[in-house]
């Protein structure tokens, strides 16, 4: 179901002028050059520059350690402790970024929906494939269910190649016979590692920031150079009967749109509800720009919105 928002029609005139921006100042930085190591290894750099930053007023943080991983509890104030929980995977292309880089967004969210958030630092490039991360992901899904959080009262979200290991830990707990979350949420997410369609879409000249050839650098290191990569490592192309209920949200211009459409449109095939939200005008994870994109926190209060229906049908069905 395509659920283009009334509020949403309108751009705003500060989500204009933050696109503009990104456009003249990040979009040439995002372009061309290559994704060696050593570059990877200084785009880890924005993770230890956010973690200067002050945790938001009130937000209880607790630190978890997996094998090889970390993660954090993040409890926005109000946040209840009734057993329900979202697992959340940052965004940055599995090559930076974050706990530190997504705690404000990730706070907003606990506040939102009024339940806590662990969030994951998964491995990335250049320590491990996109497999490697995808089982960092089940490892932290099975994590929660071990203490006693039961399945229907977790949603599994994230935004950008979060949203790929959303959708991804989603499918992969379910082929290992895991029980399914109650939801998934992709803000943004990035679900083909097979850039051709996006290459060919016209968002990939419209989008103010993510560069469509840049994310073909990526998918080539993600699958081990092996092109055109294995359908299985995309979430796009798995047995999406699998996975529950979910909720996409995307912005118009963004290239990344083109595997938002997609997977609505196959998730409907498979009989699956998935509630796509097309957000006119909005850039690439807009609900991390709160504070200049003023369409960020209704956003994030359709997320909670979404994760209180999901979780309370998922209870009731039990």
């Known amino acids: 179901m395509i659920d283009t928002l009334e509020a ?21 930085r995002m372009s061309g050059g290559e994704l060696t190591p050593q570059v990877m290894r200084r785009l880890a750099n924005l993770e230890r520059m956010a973690a200067l930053a002050p945790t938001p007023r009130g937000v209880r943080l607790r630190k978890v350690q997996f094998d090889g991983f970390r993660g954090e509890w993040v409890t926005a104030p109000g946040a209840r402790t009734d057993g329900r929980a979202i697992l ?5 292309g599995f090559v930076c970024c974050g706990l530190a880089t997504h705690r404000r967004m990730i706070s907003q969210i606990s506040a939102a929906a009024a339940m806590p958030v662990l969030s994951i630092a998964y491995r990335q490039l250049p320590d491990v494939s996109v497999a490697g991360s995808v089982a960092d992901g089940v490892t932290a899904y099975r994590q929660l269910l071990a203490h006693d959080h039961r399945p229907e009262d977790i949603v599994i979200a994230g935004d950008s190649a979060g949203g790929f290991m959303a959708f991804a830990t989603a499918l992969r707990a379910a082929e290992l016979g895991l029980p399914k979350p109650a939801a998934v949420v992709g803000l943004s997410p990035w679900l083909d590692l097979d850039c051709t369609a996006k290459l060919a879409h016209p968002n990939a000249a419209l989008d103010p920031y993510i560069a469509a050839d840049q994310m073909v650098l990526l998918a080539e290191l993600l699958v081990e150079g092996i092109l ?14 699998l996975l529950p209920p979910s909720l996409i949200q995307v912005g118009s211009i963004e290239v990344l749109r083109c595997d938002a ?20 005008g909005q850039i690439h994870v807009f609900q991390a720009f709160s504070a200049f994109v003023p369409e960020a926190r209704p956003a994030i209060a359709e997320i909670a919105s979404f994760v209180h229906e999901m979780t309370t049908k998922a209870t009731q069905s039990h």
Not at 8 to 28: C, I, K, M, W
Not at 232 to 240: E, H, I, K, R
Request: charged share 25%.
């Open 8 to 28: 949403a029609q309108v751009t705003s005139r500060r989500a204009r002028r933050t696109a503009q921006f990104l456009h003249r100042r990040l979009r040439p």
């Open 228 to 241: 055109p990569p294995d359908p299985a490592l995309s979430p796009l192309t798995g047995d999406l009967s």
């Open 88 to 92: 959340y995977f940052h965004g940055g």
């Open 261 to 280: 459409e997609l997977m609505a449109e196959r998730m409907e095939e498979a009989g699956v509800p998935c509630r796509l939200q097309i957000w006119e």
